[in-house]
């Protein structure tokens, strides 16, 4: 969850009135938030740095607050307060307006093909004769930081850009360009640089460099020019110090770019309705004409209301109440859902603003309603159904099944369900196509690649990891393994196996095969054909040859145990005789 920093004193001014730590915290709670620390400037870079660091930082007391993370309207001390005004029916909820200039006055942004080669949206609003303080000026930049580590997913799916709009002229133009072609003075520097000498420069700044692969491997970048030819910014990676907002700003102009143009939507209607009630006509926002390399224009930003109809029995047997159809509206409105009773009282409609995109279906109004409500307010029922909790019997059998093998001697392995394809594949001498894995899409590492199809190499890897320590080494794991099942809605199936790895200077054969005994002894399965189980000759590529056996028991091939084949040991970096047993123990259930 996202957790906001706001000053005590200025958010206490915002709302009006004082509260005591305790309740503020029990206001939070009621508003579905939580008080998550209560600390100072000082504070922190005392935890952080040490003493000394802290020396002459502010005592301000400052509220630590933990916000859902599909609230973005509640990222900024704007947006807390308007909350929490409405939700104490302090105030109404206000009507944001989109202004439209007259034809040829209003401003135009421009995107060209290139740019959608590269990050194909782009988005605008401008925000006319807004009056800025220091607090006001800290709380709109720290919004936007906010904004890109959540919505934005770290400036992956949109970048914010904010200019000030009287050092530049429009229209302005979204293009890409060679990294050599572009150059101008980055924000807070000195001097001009090419941009990639502006990759280079940040290469090791501990806030951009994060940022840097997202465009650095592409033969274009992104950039914004006003018809004057002046950088407005280099997104998603800095914006020029030409176009610097500062306090005294009065005319703010806003670009989103991203590769979603939702979430580019989403942000910049968050952003104008967070700060245009500083502007001189409060809660208006002048609309920005954006072009497309088609010709075709869109008017942003959108601030678009919709309607919903939910049916007042609904939320009530949701939540376990009973309110009126209009006491419901009246709960809904706090939560800064404005409603009303229609049809009779047979339905609620509710009018979703355009700070509230975090309401998609009607699930998430029944969680407002609760939430006005209070949950502590709900009464508790006894359930009109009767159920006993009980474990599932596969899961039993492998607790106990764990239990026993323990006592025989060998040693729990917990290893990842995800590994390599040279894992399951190459080094057990199979092709990747015969094993029927289910291979990750998007990959972090080598070593995450597929979903595994066998336990056996998990352990593997756990003795190489362990080599030094006394031998024998005894390992067993009772796991899930993954494989493509086209039968099932989601392609694939998950079968409970157990495997057992025997390490030592001789092969232990023997070992493996009487760990096998045991298991079936406590399975109740005798060793006979036909209602019990057997094992039989066999070939496997991970196994030496004619040192494989097929286990079978309940009519069908469970597995197989035998002596690991050199070449599997020596893949593995082991350098030592290995036994292995891996059956499948859901027939067993």
């Known amino acids: 969850m996202p957790t906001v920093s706001v000053k005590r004193d200025v958010l206490f001014q915002a709302l009006g009135r004082t509260y005591t730590d305790e309740e503020f915290d029990e206001l939070c709670f009621e508003f579905g938030l939580e008080l998550d620390e209560i600390t100072t400037e000082k504070d922190i870079i005392s935890k952080e740095k040490g003493e000394d660091r802290a020396k002459g930082a502010s005592d301000t007391v400052l509220y630590k607050i933990d ?70 000026y800290d709380s709109f930049i720290d919004l936007q930081e906010k904004l890109h580590q959540n919505i934005c997913r770290r400036r992956a799916l949109v970048a914010i850009g904010t200019h000030d709009l009287d050092t530049i002229s429009g229209p302005f133009t979204y293009t890409a360009k060679a990294p050599s072609e572009i150059k101008f003075k980055p924000l807070n520097q000195s001097q001009e640089y090419t941009a990639s000498q502006i990759m280079d420069l940040y290469r090791t700044d501990s806030h951009l460099r994060h940022y840097l692969h997202l465009i650095e491997n592409k033969p274009l970048y992104p950039v914004i020019y006003d018809s ?24 703010v102009f806003i670009e989103c770019t991203g590769t979603d143009i939702t979430k580019a939507k ?14 001189e006509k409060p809660f208006s926002v002048e609309a920005v004409e954006v072009v497309y390399p088609n010709g075709k224009t869109h008017i942003y930003p959108e601030l678009a209301y919709r309607k919903e109809k939910v049916k007042p029995e609904l939320i009530n047997k949701k939540i376990g109440i009973s309110e009126t159809p209009s006491s419901l509206a009246k709960l809904l409105t706090r939560m800064c859902l404005k409603s009303h009773v229609i049809g009779n009282g047979n339905n609620i409609e509710i009018e979703i603003p355009p700070t ?58 917990l290893t990842f369900a995800l590994c390599s394809q040279e894992d399951v594949a190459d080094k057990l001498g199979m092709d990747i196509s015969a094993t029927k894995a289910v291979r990750i899409a998007n990959p972090k590492t080598a070593e995450f690649q597929v979903a595994r199809t066998t336990l056996l190499p998990g352990l593997l890897k756990t003795i190489a990891a362990n080599r030094k320590m006394p031998l024998p080494l005894k390992l067993f794991e009772i796991s899930d393994v993954v494989v493509k099942d086209p039968n099932t809605d989601v392609g694939a199936r998950n079968y409970r196996h157990f495997c057992s790895v025997y390490y030592n200077k001789s092969p232990g054969f023997e070992i493996i095969h009487g760990l096998l005994d045991r298991v079936m002894q406590l399975l109740e399965v005798p060793p006979n054909e ?28 469970i597995g197989k145990l035998g002596v690991l084949h050199p070449d599997v040991i020596t893949k593995f970096e082991l350098n030592m005789p290995c036994s292995a047993l891996e059956i499948n123990i859901e027939p067993f259930v």
């Open 67 to 136: 916000v859902p993370a599909n609230r973005y309207d509640l990222l900024c001390l704007e947006g807390l307060v308007r909350g929490l005004q409405v939700f104490k029916e302090r105030i109404n909820l206000p009507r944001f307006e989109k202004i439209i200039p007259a034809e040829g006055e209003g401003q135009k942004l421009i995107i060209t093909e290139k740019a959608v080669q590269v990050r194909p949206h782009a988005v605008a609003a401008v925000l006319r004769d807004i009056t800025f303080t220091k607090e006001r």
């Open 228 to 251: 004057n030819g002046v950088v407005l910014s280099m997104p998603p990676i800095i914006n020029g110090d030409h176009t610097k907002i500062s306090i005294n700003t009065k005319n």
């Open 266 to 279: 989403i942000v910049l209607d968050i952003i104008v309705t967070m700060f245009s009630e500083y502007c």
């Open 356 to 413: 509230r995109a975090d309401i998609i279906h009607a699930c998430d109004i029944v969680e407002d309603a609760a939430i006005a409500y209070g949950y502590n307010n709900i009464q508790m029922a006894i359930p009109k159904t009767y159920t006993i909790a009980n474990q599932l019997p596969l899961n039993k059998l492998t607790e106990l099944l764990r239990l026993d093998l323990a006592a025989a001697g060998f040693t729990e392995a």
């Open 530 to 557: 036909e209602n019990g189980y057997t094992i039989k000759a066999a070939e496997g590529s991970a196994f030496f040859p004619g040192r494989c056996a097929e286990v079978f028991a309940k009519g069908q091939s």
